[in-house]
Protein backbone atom coordinates (compact mmCIF):
# COMPACT_ATOMS: atom_id res chain seq x y z
CA UNK A 1 0.00 0.00 0.00
CA UNK A 2 1.19 3.36 -0.94
CA UNK A 3 1.94 5.57 2.30
CA UNK A 4 0.77 9.28 1.51
CA UNK A 5 3.51 11.89 2.44
CA UNK A 6 2.47 15.07 3.81
CA UNK A 7 4.32 18.09 4.24
CA UNK A 8 2.48 20.74 6.56
CA UNK A 9 4.07 23.97 6.85
CA UNK A 10 1.30 25.75 8.85
CA UNK A 11 1.16 27.58 12.27
CA UNK A 12 -2.16 26.74 13.02
CA UNK A 13 -0.75 24.02 16.23
CA UNK A 14 -3.41 21.22 15.37
CA UNK A 15 -3.35 22.04 11.96
CA UNK A 16 -1.49 18.45 11.00
CA UNK A 17 -3.83 16.52 13.58
CA UNK A 18 -7.19 17.87 12.30
CA UNK A 19 -5.85 16.97 8.38
CA UNK A 20 -4.62 13.17 9.72
CA UNK A 21 -8.25 12.89 11.49
CA UNK A 22 -10.37 13.86 7.97
CA UNK A 23 -7.85 11.79 6.09
CA UNK A 24 -7.93 8.92 7.72
CA UNK A 25 -6.88 6.62 5.47
CA UNK A 26 -5.88 2.90 6.12
CA UNK A 27 -2.74 3.39 4.40
CA UNK A 28 -1.46 6.72 6.13
CA UNK A 29 -1.16 9.25 5.54
CA UNK A 30 2.44 10.31 6.77
CA UNK A 31 2.34 14.22 7.67
CA UNK A 32 6.22 15.53 7.69
CA UNK A 33 6.32 18.86 9.43
CA UNK A 34 8.33 21.72 8.60
CA UNK A 35 8.99 24.05 12.13
CA UNK A 36 11.61 26.82 12.66
CA UNK A 37 14.67 23.99 13.08
CA UNK A 38 13.66 22.12 10.35
CA UNK A 39 15.11 23.05 6.85
CA UNK A 40 12.69 25.45 5.50
CA UNK A 41 11.30 24.92 2.05
CA UNK A 42 12.54 28.59 0.75
CA UNK A 43 15.61 26.73 -1.20
CA UNK A 44 14.66 25.51 -4.68
CA UNK A 45 15.58 21.87 -4.10
CA UNK A 46 12.50 19.27 -4.52
CA UNK A 47 10.75 18.38 -1.78
CA UNK A 48 10.36 14.45 -0.40
CA UNK A 49 6.11 14.80 -0.48
CA UNK A 50 3.65 14.22 -2.60
CA UNK A 51 1.66 17.31 -1.44
CA UNK A 52 2.21 20.05 0.68
CA UNK A 53 0.25 22.25 2.80
CA UNK A 54 1.49 25.63 3.27
CA UNK A 55 -0.03 28.96 4.74
CA UNK A 56 -0.41 31.74 2.10
CA UNK A 57 1.63 34.08 4.42
CA UNK A 58 4.48 31.84 4.81
CA UNK A 59 7.04 32.54 1.85
CA UNK A 60 6.19 36.25 2.48
CA UNK A 61 9.35 36.89 4.49
CA UNK A 62 11.56 34.85 1.64
CA UNK A 63 9.73 37.12 -0.93
CA UNK A 64 8.65 34.33 -3.56
CA UNK A 65 5.91 33.63 -5.72
CA UNK A 66 3.95 31.26 -4.67
CA UNK A 67 3.11 29.45 -8.28
CA UNK A 68 6.49 29.72 -9.61
CA UNK A 69 7.80 28.34 -6.33
CA UNK A 70 5.05 25.51 -6.68
CA UNK A 71 6.75 24.70 -10.23
CA UNK A 72 9.92 24.57 -9.06
CA UNK A 73 9.18 21.86 -6.05
CA UNK A 74 7.07 20.11 -8.38
CA UNK A 75 4.02 18.47 -6.56
CA UNK A 76 0.92 19.85 -6.03
CA UNK A 77 0.81 22.42 -3.13
CA UNK A 78 -2.55 23.32 -1.32
CA UNK A 79 -2.51 27.27 0.60
CA UNK A 80 -3.97 27.75 3.69
CA UNK A 81 -5.46 31.21 4.55
CA UNK A 82 -5.85 32.81 7.69
CA UNK A 83 -8.32 31.75 9.97
CA UNK A 84 -10.98 33.66 9.32
CA UNK A 85 -10.61 34.18 5.92
CA UNK A 86 -14.17 33.63 4.11
CA UNK A 87 -12.87 33.79 0.75
CA UNK A 88 -11.08 31.12 -0.96
CA UNK A 89 -9.06 33.37 -4.20
CA UNK A 90 -6.31 35.18 -2.99
CA UNK A 91 -4.39 37.84 -5.78
CA UNK A 92 -0.78 36.23 -5.37
CA UNK A 93 -3.03 32.98 -6.14
CA UNK A 94 -4.90 34.73 -9.03
CA UNK A 95 -7.85 31.82 -9.24
CA UNK A 96 -6.47 29.08 -6.73
CA UNK A 97 -8.77 28.12 -4.28
CA UNK A 98 -7.45 28.63 -0.87
CA UNK A 99 -8.03 26.36 2.06
CA UNK A 100 -9.12 27.94 5.28
CA UNK A 101 -7.55 26.97 8.28
CA UNK A 102 -10.43 26.23 10.41
CA UNK A 103 -11.12 23.72 7.56
CA UNK A 104 -13.92 21.26 8.13
CA UNK A 105 -13.52 17.40 6.53
CA UNK A 106 -15.92 18.49 3.39
CA UNK A 107 -13.42 21.81 2.83
CA UNK A 108 -10.66 19.47 2.71
CA UNK A 109 -11.85 17.44 0.56
CA UNK A 110 -13.05 19.66 -1.89
CA UNK A 111 -9.67 21.47 -2.27
CA UNK A 112 -8.07 18.68 -2.48
CA UNK A 113 -10.10 17.37 -5.65
CA UNK A 114 -9.91 20.80 -7.18
CA UNK A 115 -6.20 20.71 -6.37
CA UNK A 116 -5.73 17.13 -7.61
CA UNK A 117 -7.82 17.02 -10.81
CA UNK A 118 -4.80 15.89 -12.72
CA UNK A 119 -2.85 14.60 -10.17
CA UNK A 120 -2.32 10.75 -11.15
CA UNK A 121 -0.63 9.50 -7.74
CA UNK A 122 -4.29 10.14 -6.56
CA UNK A 123 -6.05 8.58 -9.24
CA UNK A 124 -9.08 11.25 -9.58
CA UNK A 125 -11.66 9.71 -12.05
CA UNK A 126 -14.14 12.49 -12.23
CA UNK A 127 -15.61 11.52 -15.49
CA UNK A 128 -19.27 11.53 -14.76
CA UNK A 129 -21.19 7.69 -14.84
CA UNK A 130 -18.17 6.24 -13.52
CA UNK A 131 -16.79 5.56 -9.81
CA UNK A 132 -14.05 7.25 -8.63
CA UNK A 133 -11.62 7.33 -6.01
CA UNK A 134 -11.04 10.29 -3.87
CA UNK A 135 -8.23 11.61 -2.30
CA UNK A 136 -9.96 10.56 0.99
CA UNK A 137 -9.84 6.99 -0.49
CA UNK A 138 -13.17 6.03 -0.65
CA UNK A 139 -15.21 5.21 -3.50
CA UNK A 140 -17.21 8.48 -4.62
CA UNK A 141 -20.51 6.44 -6.37
CA UNK A 142 -22.16 8.34 -10.10
CA UNK A 143 -25.11 9.79 -9.62
CA UNK A 144 -27.82 7.15 -11.03
CA UNK A 145 -31.28 7.88 -12.59
CA UNK A 146 -34.47 5.61 -12.64
CA UNK A 147 -37.02 7.79 -14.31
CA UNK A 148 -36.81 11.09 -13.12
CA UNK A 149 -35.46 9.87 -9.31
CA UNK A 150 -32.08 10.72 -8.82
CA UNK A 151 -29.81 8.40 -6.18
CA UNK A 152 -26.20 7.94 -5.10
CA UNK A 153 -25.56 6.17 -2.07
CA UNK A 154 -25.38 3.01 -1.44
CA UNK A 155 -28.34 2.84 0.92
CA UNK A 156 -30.43 4.33 -1.94
CA UNK A 157 -29.61 1.62 -4.30
CA UNK A 158 -30.57 -0.87 -1.82
CA UNK A 159 -33.80 1.12 -1.83
CA UNK A 160 -34.43 1.10 -5.46
CA UNK A 161 -33.09 -2.76 -5.42
CA UNK A 162 -35.66 -3.70 -3.13
CA UNK A 163 -38.52 -1.37 -4.46
CA UNK A 164 -38.02 -3.70 -7.46
CA UNK A 165 -37.58 -6.89 -6.11
CA UNK A 166 -40.97 -6.53 -3.53
CA UNK A 167 -43.05 -4.66 -6.22
CA UNK A 168 -42.89 -7.81 -8.42
CA UNK A 169 -44.95 -9.68 -5.94
CA UNK A 170 -48.52 -8.74 -5.38
CA UNK A 171 -47.58 -8.17 -1.85
CA UNK A 172 -48.73 -4.57 0.26
CA UNK A 173 -46.04 -1.92 0.72
CA UNK A 174 -45.68 0.19 3.13
CA UNK A 175 -43.14 3.07 2.95
CA UNK A 176 -41.74 5.58 5.43
CA UNK A 177 -39.56 7.95 5.74
CA UNK A 178 -39.59 12.05 6.14
CA UNK A 179 -41.29 14.66 4.09
CA UNK A 180 -39.65 15.69 0.85
CA UNK A 181 -37.75 12.54 0.61
CA UNK A 182 -39.43 11.22 -2.30
CA UNK A 183 -41.69 8.57 -1.27
CA UNK A 184 -44.19 9.03 -4.29
CA UNK A 185 -41.23 7.78 -6.61
CA UNK A 186 -40.56 5.10 -5.09
CA UNK A 187 -44.43 3.90 -4.38
CA UNK A 188 -44.16 4.64 -8.65
CA UNK A 189 -41.41 2.28 -8.74
CA UNK A 190 -42.95 -0.36 -6.71
CA UNK A 191 -45.97 -0.15 -9.03
CA UNK A 192 -44.04 -0.45 -12.37
CA UNK A 193 -42.25 -3.32 -11.09
CA UNK A 194 -45.35 -5.34 -11.30
CA UNK A 195 -45.76 -7.35 -14.30
CA UNK A 196 -49.61 -7.44 -14.49
CA UNK A 197 -50.76 -4.07 -12.07
CA UNK A 198 -48.29 -2.15 -13.64
CA UNK A 199 -50.89 -2.10 -16.58
CA UNK A 200 -53.54 -0.42 -14.83
CA UNK A 201 -53.81 3.07 -13.33
CA UNK A 202 -51.89 4.52 -10.16
CA UNK A 203 -54.21 6.30 -8.07
CA UNK A 204 -52.86 8.72 -6.05
CA UNK A 205 -54.85 9.32 -2.62
CA UNK A 206 -53.87 12.19 0.16
CA UNK A 207 -55.28 10.60 2.94
CA UNK A 208 -54.55 13.61 5.27
CA UNK A 209 -57.12 15.88 2.75
CA UNK A 210 -60.27 13.63 2.92
CA UNK A 211 -63.28 15.49 3.84
CA UNK A 212 -65.13 13.13 6.76
CA UNK A 213 -68.15 13.45 5.05
CA UNK A 214 -66.92 12.37 1.38
CA UNK A 215 -65.04 9.16 2.77
CA UNK A 216 -67.38 6.76 1.49
CA UNK A 217 -68.10 8.05 -1.57
CA UNK A 218 -64.65 8.71 -3.18
CA UNK A 219 -63.14 5.79 -1.47
CA UNK A 220 -66.11 3.08 -2.48
CA UNK A 221 -67.98 5.61 -4.83
CA UNK A 222 -72.23 6.04 -4.93
CA UNK A 223 -74.81 6.27 -7.88
CA UNK A 224 -76.78 9.42 -9.27
CA UNK A 225 -79.19 10.35 -6.32
CA UNK A 226 -77.88 8.15 -3.63
CA UNK A 227 -77.50 11.94 -1.49
CA UNK A 228 -77.98 15.62 -2.76
CA UNK A 229 -75.13 16.44 -5.06
CA UNK A 230 -74.67 12.95 -6.50
CA UNK A 231 -75.70 13.86 -10.05
CA UNK A 232 -74.10 10.84 -11.44
CA UNK A 233 -72.22 7.62 -11.21
CA UNK A 234 -69.24 8.04 -9.54
CA UNK A 235 -66.79 5.07 -9.34
CA UNK A 236 -64.54 6.12 -6.39
CA UNK A 237 -60.79 5.38 -5.51
CA UNK A 238 -60.88 1.69 -5.70
CA UNK A 239 -62.83 1.14 -8.71
CA UNK A 240 -60.93 3.62 -10.29
CA UNK A 241 -57.52 1.28 -9.05
CA UNK A 242 -58.88 -1.81 -10.45
CA UNK A 243 -56.16 -4.02 -11.92
CA UNK A 244 -53.58 -1.37 -10.94
CA UNK A 245 -52.05 0.48 -8.04
CA UNK A 246 -53.78 2.13 -5.24
CA UNK A 247 -51.56 4.03 -3.48
CA UNK A 248 -52.70 5.65 -0.38
CA UNK A 249 -50.13 8.49 0.92
CA UNK A 250 -50.02 10.14 4.81
CA UNK A 251 -51.83 6.59 5.68
CA UNK A 252 -51.09 7.95 9.46
CA UNK A 253 -53.27 10.85 9.08
CA UNK A 254 -56.39 8.44 8.64
CA UNK A 255 -58.56 8.78 11.08
CA UNK A 256 -59.58 5.35 13.46
CA UNK A 257 -63.33 5.17 12.26
CA UNK A 258 -61.91 5.78 8.20
CA UNK A 259 -59.37 3.03 8.94
CA UNK A 260 -61.59 0.55 10.09
CA UNK A 261 -64.43 1.16 7.07
CA UNK A 262 -61.21 0.36 4.53
CA UNK A 263 -59.92 -2.70 6.43
CA UNK A 264 -62.97 -4.44 5.35
CA UNK A 265 -62.82 -3.62 1.65
CA UNK A 266 -59.09 -3.90 2.07
CA UNK A 267 -59.61 -7.66 3.14
CA UNK A 268 -61.39 -8.48 0.62
CA UNK A 269 -61.71 -6.27 -2.18
CA UNK A 270 -65.50 -6.38 -2.41
CA UNK A 271 -67.09 -2.65 -1.78
CA UNK A 272 -70.57 -1.34 -1.62
CA UNK A 273 -71.11 2.20 -3.60
CA UNK A 274 -73.05 4.45 -1.57
CA UNK A 275 -76.86 4.15 -2.32
CA UNK A 276 -76.61 0.75 -4.09
CA UNK A 277 -77.32 -2.64 -3.08
CA UNK A 278 -74.57 -4.08 -5.31
CA UNK A 279 -71.59 -5.61 -3.77
CA UNK A 280 -68.88 -5.31 -6.58
CA UNK A 281 -64.78 -6.77 -6.58
CA UNK A 282 -62.04 -4.88 -6.96
CA UNK A 283 -58.39 -6.71 -7.52
CA UNK A 284 -55.66 -3.95 -7.23
CA UNK A 285 -51.77 -3.41 -5.50
CA UNK A 286 -52.21 -1.34 -2.27
CA UNK A 287 -49.22 0.83 -1.31
CA UNK A 288 -49.30 3.14 1.46
CA UNK A 289 -46.69 5.68 2.70
CA UNK A 290 -46.39 8.05 5.87
CA UNK A 291 -43.64 10.11 7.55
CA UNK A 292 -45.70 9.55 11.29
CA UNK A 293 -44.23 7.12 13.59
CA UNK A 294 -46.96 4.33 13.30
CA UNK A 295 -45.45 2.46 16.26
CA UNK A 296 -45.84 4.76 18.63
CA UNK A 297 -49.34 5.56 17.14
CA UNK A 298 -50.09 1.85 17.74
CA UNK A 299 -48.92 1.98 21.17
CA UNK A 300 -51.27 5.38 22.07
CA UNK A 301 -54.03 3.89 20.07
CA UNK A 302 -54.59 5.97 17.54
CA UNK A 303 -53.71 3.66 14.84
CA UNK A 304 -55.16 0.01 14.62
CA UNK A 305 -52.93 -2.52 14.88
CA UNK A 306 -54.99 -5.01 12.53
CA UNK A 307 -55.20 -2.05 9.56
CA UNK A 308 -50.98 -1.77 9.79
CA UNK A 309 -51.08 -5.59 9.50
CA UNK A 310 -52.86 -6.14 6.49
CA UNK A 311 -51.00 -2.72 5.02
CA UNK A 312 -47.27 -3.33 5.95
CA UNK A 313 -46.45 -6.92 4.46
CA UNK A 314 -43.20 -4.96 3.59
CA UNK A 315 -41.75 -2.25 4.52
CA UNK A 316 -39.65 0.27 2.62
CA UNK A 317 -37.59 3.06 4.35
CA UNK A 318 -36.55 5.82 2.47
CA UNK A 319 -33.42 7.76 3.92
CA UNK A 320 -33.53 11.51 4.77
CA UNK A 321 -30.74 13.57 2.79
CA UNK A 322 -28.66 13.50 6.26
CA UNK A 323 -28.54 9.50 5.91
CA UNK A 324 -27.52 9.24 2.51
CA UNK A 325 -24.24 11.62 3.10
CA UNK A 326 -22.81 15.03 1.21
CA UNK A 327 -21.81 13.07 -1.54
CA UNK A 328 -25.11 12.74 -2.64
CA UNK A 329 -26.22 15.87 -1.57
CA UNK A 330 -23.84 17.74 -3.97
CA UNK A 331 -24.87 15.86 -6.50
CA UNK A 332 -28.23 16.20 -6.27
CA UNK A 333 -27.77 20.09 -5.78
CA UNK A 334 -25.43 20.02 -9.24
CA UNK A 335 -28.24 18.07 -10.61
CA UNK A 336 -31.14 20.18 -9.38
CA UNK A 337 -29.41 23.38 -10.56
CA UNK A 338 -28.88 22.38 -13.92
CA UNK A 339 -32.58 21.36 -14.61
CA UNK A 340 -33.19 24.57 -12.95
CA UNK A 341 -30.80 26.55 -15.28
CA UNK A 342 -32.57 24.66 -18.51
CA UNK A 343 -35.73 25.24 -17.20
CA UNK A 344 -35.57 29.17 -16.53
CA UNK A 345 -32.64 29.91 -19.26
CA UNK A 346 -33.88 31.33 -22.92
CA UNK A 347 -30.91 29.56 -23.73
CA UNK A 348 -28.26 27.12 -23.00
CA UNK A 349 -26.69 27.52 -20.18
CA UNK A 350 -24.13 25.11 -18.70
CA UNK A 351 -23.95 24.51 -15.10
CA UNK A 352 -20.76 26.87 -13.74
CA UNK A 353 -18.51 25.46 -11.38
CA UNK A 354 -19.79 26.04 -7.80
CA UNK A 355 -17.47 27.68 -5.21
CA UNK A 356 -16.48 26.11 -2.70
CA UNK A 357 -18.25 27.84 0.43
CA UNK A 358 -21.64 26.68 -1.78
CA UNK A 359 -20.46 23.03 -1.56
CA UNK A 360 -19.41 23.50 1.94
CA UNK A 361 -22.91 24.89 2.80
CA UNK A 362 -25.02 21.94 0.78
CA UNK A 363 -22.92 19.25 2.30
CA UNK A 364 -23.28 19.78 5.65
CA UNK A 365 -26.53 21.96 5.64
CA UNK A 366 -28.93 19.70 7.39
CA UNK A 367 -32.18 20.01 5.13
CA UNK A 368 -34.98 18.73 7.59
CA UNK A 369 -37.53 19.61 3.88
CA UNK A 370 -35.09 16.81 2.15
CA UNK A 371 -35.53 16.81 -1.22
CA UNK A 372 -38.11 18.90 -1.70
CA UNK A 373 -35.83 21.63 0.17
CA UNK A 374 -32.61 21.05 -1.76
CA UNK A 375 -34.55 21.13 -5.02
CA UNK A 376 -36.06 24.51 -3.58
CA UNK A 377 -32.32 25.94 -2.58
CA UNK A 378 -30.93 24.62 -6.01
CA UNK A 379 -33.52 26.96 -7.98
CA UNK A 380 -32.95 29.96 -5.93
CA UNK A 381 -29.48 29.46 -6.99
CA UNK A 382 -29.98 29.05 -10.20
CA UNK A 383 -32.10 31.75 -10.44
CA UNK A 384 -29.55 34.17 -8.96
CA UNK A 385 -26.76 32.75 -11.43
CA UNK A 386 -28.86 33.52 -14.68
CA UNK A 387 -29.32 37.22 -12.78
CA UNK A 388 -25.78 37.73 -11.71
CA UNK A 389 -23.54 35.37 -13.59
CA UNK A 390 -21.38 34.87 -10.44
CA UNK A 391 -22.00 33.67 -6.97
CA UNK A 392 -21.18 36.30 -4.70
CA UNK A 393 -21.22 34.59 -1.01
CA UNK A 394 -23.26 37.28 1.62
CA UNK A 395 -26.36 37.38 -1.26
CA UNK A 396 -26.56 34.16 -2.43
CA UNK A 397 -25.89 33.19 1.95
CA UNK A 398 -28.83 35.51 2.20
CA UNK A 399 -30.94 34.24 -0.38
CA UNK A 400 -30.19 30.37 0.87
CA UNK A 401 -31.29 31.78 4.48
CA UNK A 402 -34.53 33.78 4.04
CA UNK A 403 -36.87 31.57 5.33
CA UNK A 404 -37.22 32.58 9.19
CA UNK A 405 -38.06 29.06 9.78
CA UNK A 406 -34.25 27.43 8.61
CA UNK A 407 -31.63 29.65 9.40
CA UNK A 408 -32.56 32.01 12.79
CA UNK A 409 -31.14 30.67 15.54
CA UNK A 410 -34.30 28.64 17.34
CA UNK A 411 -36.00 30.78 20.11
CA UNK A 412 -36.56 27.40 22.04
CA UNK A 413 -32.41 26.67 21.83
CA UNK A 414 -31.07 27.55 25.10
CA UNK A 415 -27.45 28.89 24.59
CA UNK A 416 -24.97 28.26 27.54
CA UNK A 417 -24.30 31.73 28.89
CA UNK A 418 -20.39 32.40 27.69
CA UNK A 419 -18.29 35.10 29.23
CA UNK A 420 -16.70 36.19 26.23
CA UNK A 421 -17.18 35.47 22.56
CA UNK A 422 -13.64 34.29 22.39
CA UNK A 423 -14.49 31.88 25.58
CA UNK A 424 -17.38 30.82 23.11
CA UNK A 425 -15.52 30.40 20.14
CA UNK A 426 -12.82 27.90 22.35
CA UNK A 427 -15.70 26.14 23.38
CA UNK A 428 -17.20 25.46 20.28
CA UNK A 429 -13.70 24.69 19.12
CA UNK A 430 -12.69 22.29 21.90
CA UNK A 431 -16.40 20.55 21.35
CA UNK A 432 -15.43 19.71 17.99
CA UNK A 433 -12.20 18.49 17.97
CA UNK A 434 -12.98 16.26 20.94
CA UNK A 435 -16.22 14.72 18.96
CA UNK A 436 -13.47 14.64 15.71
CA UNK A 437 -15.72 17.34 14.10
CA UNK A 438 -18.61 15.62 13.69
CA UNK A 439 -21.08 18.05 14.05
CA UNK A 440 -24.36 15.90 15.08
CA UNK A 441 -22.54 14.54 18.06
CA UNK A 442 -20.88 18.03 18.77
CA UNK A 443 -24.27 19.83 18.44
CA UNK A 444 -25.12 17.10 21.10
CA UNK A 445 -22.46 17.63 23.87
CA UNK A 446 -22.94 21.09 23.37
CA UNK A 447 -26.57 20.56 23.75
CA UNK A 448 -27.70 22.39 20.87
CA UNK A 449 -29.57 21.85 17.45
CA UNK A 450 -27.03 21.15 14.47
CA UNK A 451 -28.37 24.88 12.93
CA UNK A 452 -27.26 26.80 16.10
CA UNK A 453 -23.84 24.55 15.95
CA UNK A 454 -23.65 25.43 12.28
CA UNK A 455 -24.47 29.16 12.97
CA UNK A 456 -21.71 29.52 15.77
CA UNK A 457 -18.78 27.67 13.17
CA UNK A 458 -20.22 30.31 10.71
CA UNK A 459 -19.85 33.14 12.90
CA UNK A 460 -16.14 32.09 13.99
CA UNK A 461 -15.31 31.21 11.19
CA UNK A 462 -15.04 27.68 12.22
CA UNK A 463 -16.81 26.03 9.13
CA UNK A 464 -14.95 27.08 6.09
N1 LIG B 1 -34.31 11.35 -5.52
C1 LIG B 1 -35.06 12.25 -6.15
N2 LIG B 1 -34.77 12.60 -7.41
C2 LIG B 1 -35.48 13.57 -8.04
N3 LIG B 1 -36.51 14.23 -7.48
C3 LIG B 1 -36.84 13.91 -6.22
C4 LIG B 1 -36.15 12.89 -5.50
N4 LIG B 1 -36.70 12.78 -4.29
C5 LIG B 1 -37.69 13.68 -4.23
N5 LIG B 1 -37.77 14.36 -5.39
C6 LIG B 1 -38.69 15.47 -5.68
O1 LIG B 1 -38.96 16.09 -4.41
C7 LIG B 1 -40.34 16.38 -4.28
C8 LIG B 1 -40.91 15.56 -3.12
O2 LIG B 1 -40.93 14.18 -3.48
P1 LIG B 1 -42.14 13.21 -3.05
O3 LIG B 1 -43.46 13.91 -3.20
O4 LIG B 1 -41.97 11.91 -3.74
O5 LIG B 1 -41.76 13.09 -1.51
P2 LIG B 1 -42.62 12.48 -0.36
O6 LIG B 1 -41.67 11.76 0.52
O7 LIG B 1 -43.77 11.70 -0.93
O8 LIG B 1 -43.13 13.81 0.35
P3 LIG B 1 -44.38 14.00 1.37
O9 LIG B 1 -44.13 13.14 2.55
O10 LIG B 1 -44.31 15.45 1.70
O11 LIG B 1 -45.59 13.62 0.59
C9 LIG B 1 -40.98 16.04 -5.62
O12 LIG B 1 -40.97 17.20 -6.41
C10 LIG B 1 -40.04 15.01 -6.19
O13 LIG B 1 -40.09 14.98 -7.60
Given at each position: MTVIQILVWEGQHDFAKRLERCLNREDGPEILRYD?????????APMEADIAFISTSALRRYDRNHLAWERIKGIPVIWVGS???????TTALSERVVLPAYFNCASLETVMRHTL?????????????SEAETEKGHIELPLRKEGSFLYQAACMQQLVANARLYGALSVSVLIRG?????KEHIARMVADAHPDYRNGHFVAV?????PDTLFESLFFGHVKG??????RDHAGYFRDAHNGTLYLD??????FYQQVKLLRALDDGVIHPVGSSETIKTNFRLVTATNRPLNRMIQEGTFRLDFYHRIAVVELYVPTLHERGADEKLLLFSAAMRQSLNHYAQEVCDLPELPLWLKDWVSS??????VRELFNKAARMAAYYLGH???EQAECMHLLCTDALECE?????ELPDFTSKTEERNQVLQALEKNQWRRSETADALGWSRKTLWLKMKKYGLSD
Amino acid sequence: MTVIQILVWEGQHDFAKRLERCLNREDGPEILRYDEEAEHPSSDAPMEADIAFISTSALRRYDRNHLAWERIKGIPVIWVGSGDQSVYTTTALSERVVLPAYFNCASLETVMRHTLRSTPRFGVDTHPGSEAETEKGHIELPLRKEGSFLYQAACMQQLVANARLYGALSVSVLIRGGSGTGKEHIARMVADAHPDYRNGHFVAVNCAAIPDTLFESLFFGHVKGSFTGAVRDHAGYFRDAHNGTLYLDEIGDLPFYQQVKLLRALDDGVIHPVGSSETIKTNFRLVTATNRPLNRMIQEGTFRLDFYHRIAVVELYVPTLHERGADEKLLLFSAAMRQSLNHYAQEVCDLPELPLWLKDWVSSYPFSGNVRELFNKAARMAAYYLGHHRFEQAECMHLLCTDALECETPETDELPDFTSKTEERNQVLQALEKNQWRRSETADALGWSRKTLWLKMKKYGLSD
